[in-house]
């Protein structure tokens, strides 16, 4: 009879059968089992395998060969028993050694319990090892089994057996809190009863949610401290955070000192995250705002224009809160905005306007810029109608104007006197033949003079300035007085 081909479990005993009918009773050594092609031995304690033997009924025949604690690594072989006087051999049993594997076990499982995070694919891996054939893994949720989201491996064979591999994703729904989980291992080794299982319950962490916050009101030159609120279970571990988008290195704590600011800070994007043990929050952005009083930008200094035509003055100003504009003339006001617009100029028109800018609750009045506009036309004076000297000296009569363009041509004239100075004369006194009266004026000047010498009572009377340009003429009667001359130039 002629042994068989045998699978078995490693640990147990297997015995292949081996039955010579007709062998001689006096034959030393009637059967020799060969393991791969390796002589075991013709003794039937086979002395050299310690746990190997022939077992049967010898007067029957019998030379089977025993195996005891069967192991794959060294006993999944072809076995063939020979009959050695006549070189006879049965055909070639194949013993096949299954191996029950280990486990299941869950990575990263306590007590139980397995660490997820809401609101994101968590992967959870069980594991069973050393089987031969490998393991099967199953995923239940509250009994039910698991067939979408999960994945399965085998590893091996590594000493002739597999380790196998079960990744289950996840994304925690709010009633996982109360669910059940279950990893089960099944093989073609074990029985039923005997499949391995691991069960588990999902601790739901949450990222930290986060609010970057500033204070209320932060003006230029203050010293500005940003804090990151966090709601956070389990607790807060460390925190980030950023400068426009920029990582602040070293800069863990809640709070964040930024320093003292001013407006080139104006608009920076302060941002945190903050993180714990189911990872990092979503990143809060928060806009910083410094209030600052008006900064001049840009405006126009001085404009001239036609009679009739149409003028823009500017006066551009920069400040947090956006700055409030007027224009005043004259101390009344004619406009507001950072534009003042003219139309339809005349003379009149001609002269000084300011722009004050203000920023509510940062400054009042205290940013200011002067435009002047010149319309041009005939002469208009700027000088007063009664001027002082002292007698005895020099007396100037001044004729200035504020109007453009400037004089062409300048004529004195004076009650009582018929000498006349005009543009580069001089009139004698011709009782001594010095210089009395002397013009002082240039071609183009807005102001002219008369130069009286060793001023005399008679001397005290009216004087005319009459001035011309290109658009036309003008005259200015100014009175002489005795006094104090305050102020040179009227």
Known sequence: ????????????????????????????RPVLWMKDGFALGYERDLPNWERYSMVGDVSIGEYNLLIRNVSAMEDECGYQCQVTKHRLGSKTARVTVQVPPTGPEIDSLVDMRMNVIANRENEISCRAFGGKPAAQLHWYRNGIEITDDVTNGITGPVAMVFNTTSTLRITPRPDDVDATYACVMTSDVLPADEAGRKMMRLNILEPPVVTATLPDAVHE??????????????????YKWYINGELQS???????HLG????????TTISCVATNEAGDSDRSDVALEVLYAPVFING??????EVGGNVTLRCEWESNPAPSVRW????????????????????????SYTCYADAENVSVGDAKMTSRLTVRGPPIFDS?????????????VNCALWSRPGMQTVKWTWSGNASVTSHGTVASDVTTNDVKYRGIFQTGDTFARLSIAKMRKEDLVSYTCTATNSYGESALLITLEEGLNISPGN
Do not use: W
């Open 1 to 28: 009879e002629d042994p068989s081909d045998v699978t078995v479990r490693q640990g147990d005993d297997v015995t292949l059968r081996c039955v010579v009918e007709m062998l001689a009773s006096d034959e030393e």
């Open 221 to 238: 030159h203050d010293i500005v401290t940003a804090e990151c609120l966090a709601e956070a279970d389990p607790p807060v571990t460390s």
């Open 250 to 256: 070293g800069e863990t704590l809640q709070k964040f």
């Open 260 to 267: 003292t600011v001013d407006k080139a800070s104006h608009r």
């Open 300 to 305: 126009t200094d001085e404009i001239t224009s």
């Open 328 to 351: 005043l003339r004259n101390g009344e006001v004619v406009g507001s905005g950072q534009q003042l617009q003219l139309y339809h100029v005349t003379q009149s028109d001609s002269g």
């Open 384 to 396: 007063s109608d009664t001027q002082y000297v002292s007698m005895g000296e020099e007396g100037v």
